[in-house]
């Protein structure tokens, strides 16, 4: 993994970039991060977008896949944004460095990106990867959201000959006031997933189920998703580190702690949203947020490494904090273990009360697998 740290002084804006060159595929994580400088959201987007473009300058044959736009104030801010062709996420979880916005952006160089009204679609090798981001449904409580969002992506599935059981990887539900109405996500996709075939004899997705607010104020969820055809069964497994953590089932919620697909030249590894739990599912350090982010530390250090990868392998990292207070200490602690990853930290509590911090990352390393395609 290459890491690239750049500041543009003129434009007081910052550069976190990873990328993994290996075969005929180059993958990119960026992080953009904008200074506050006391000014509206305008003057920081139109930094952002000049940031942006410096961005497709530094990698002039990377094409975007997919941003995911992290704002203080979505509503009011998500209209002031330019149309992108690709897959876009915009939700309200502010960061907190004091500014209004930042970006996380996957790109890809080596393969052909299709840019539908939906998706973007990556297709390489025999390979479809399908990114379908910022779902919504403006009707019902919680759970008929869930349920509308989940009936309606699998219909998208199944238009790429695709479903959810074989085909996805990974999702993120966002979910407004999570302390509220996390729960009635949770049986909604449940249920849903018993349908699909998703059991506990099957498996789940890897996925993260955190605070967020879509822009349009009627929705109560969010979906972000990532599927992919062309692999074979055996190219995707699951991690637990059960000396670490239980089984998600045990508590009623049905996702994996981890995914790792491996391809012929690489593999990936996606850590679903990881707090600081033991493996009996109780919440560990109650109250400390100190003890908190070594305990998860800790979790996903265990769950890597039985995907073998190590925390080096970590490509970008999206922190969630329940109490802005806490900002300070942990970017401090973040900043010295992770002096090289691009990550943030934003304001988005976690599903229970007594997380007081949560954190989800990909991992890529190179490795040799004969057997099957590259990426």
Request: proline share 4%; charged share 20%; glycine share 6%.
């Amino acid at each position: 993994m290459k890491y690239e740290h750049t500041h543009w002084d003129d434009l007081g804006v910052t550069l976190q970039l990873s990328s993994m060159e290996a075969g005929s595929v180059s993958e990119h994580h960026a992080l953009l991060h904008v200074e506050p400088k006391g000014e509206l959201f305008g003057g920081q987007l139109a930094r952002i977008l000049k940031a942006e473009e410096r961005l497709q300058e530094l990698l002039p044959a990377a094409r975007v896949v997919f941003a995911r736009y992290l704002l203080s104030d979505a509503h009011n801010q998500a209209p002031l944004l330019p149309q992108r062709p690709y897959a876009t996420s915009i939700i309200q979880q502010p960061p907190l460095d004091g500014s209004k916005l930042a970006v996380w952006f996957y790109l890809l160089e080596g393969a052909e990106l299709e840019y539908t009204a939906s998706a973007t679609l990556c297709r390489h090798n025999g390979y479809t990867h399908i990114w379908q981001m910022g779902l919504t449904h403006s009707e019902g409580d919680s759970a008929h959201q869930t349920e509308a969002l989940l009936s309606a992506y699998e219909q998208t599935l199944l238009q790429h000959h695709a479903t959810l059981l074989d085909n996805c990887i990974r999702t993120w539900f966002y979910v407004r006031d999570v302390d509220t109405q996390y729960a009635g996500m949770v049986r909604a996709r449940r249920e849903n997933f018993v349908q699909q075939g998703l059991t506990p004899d099957t498996h789940y997705v890897a996925s993260t189920g955190i605070q967020g607010l879509p822009a349009d104020t009627h929705a109560i969820i969010q979906l972000d998703t990532y599927a992919m055809t062309g692999l074979e069964p055996e190219q995707q497994r699951y991690v637990h580190a059960l000396s670490h953590l239980n089984r998600t089932i045990e508590y009623g919620v049905t996702f994996e702690r981890g995914t790792v697909v491996e391809y012929g030249d690489r593999a990936h590894c996606y850590i679903s949203g990881t707090a600081s739990i033991n493996n009996k599912g109780e919440v560990v350090h109650v109250g400390d947020i100190k003890r908190q982010t070594e305990r998860m530390w800790e979790n996903v250090e265990k769950l890597l490494e039985e995907g073998q990868f190590s925390m080096s392998d970590v490509a970008e990292i999206i922190v969630y904090l329940r109490d802005a207070g806490d900002y300070a200490l942990v970017r401090h602690m973040f900043e010295a273990r992770f002096p090289h990853t691009p990550f943030v930290i934003t304001l988005a509590p976690v599903c229970r009360p007594e997380w007081l911090i949560e954190m989800e990352c990909i991992a890529i390393t190179e490795r040799s697998n004969p057997q099957f395609r590259a990426l």
